[in-house]
């Protein structure tokens, strides 16, 4: 399973699983984009590189969730799949996340679903149990 959704009142919430933590972190991409629209029908037309750099790793994922926030906005990108992304430290104090997100532009042929506001740091956690990582995510909807 690469994520769940979780009950939530009036927000998405969910939790994706990894091997590592990027695998989590892009299943965690998977989520809000299977919430918008089904990413496993959207061609792979397009390639959008992502960077970001935090102070930790809760707010690396923030940032890197809400590239796609920024994304869906200015290009009306939809995802559908992420590649080649790396989690590693740079200059002993900041974290650097790189990936290749794939996906198309918004059109008439997508049916789109849900509406993400936001991302939130509110009940976010990452965590590794046993062999896999757990992220969990709230966004405004």
Known sequence: MKYKYLEHTADLKFQAFGKSMEEAFANAAIAMFDF???????????????????????????????????????????????????????????????????????????????????VTYNDMFIRKEDDHYVVQVLMDI
Do not use: C
């Open 36 to 118: 918008v629209t089904k990413t496993g029908q959207i061609e792979p037309k397009m390639e959008e590189k992502i960077e970001v750099q935090s102070e930790d790793n809760k707010s690396l994922l923030y940032d890197f969730l809400e590239q796609f926030l920024f994304l869906i906005d200015t290009k009306r990108f939809l995802l559908h799949e992420i590649k080649d992304i790396k989690i590693k430290r740079v200059n002993h104090e900041k974290l650097k996340l790189s990936a290749t997100a794939v996906g198309d532009a918004a059109d008439h042929k997508y049916q789109i679903g849900g509406d993400i506001k936001a």
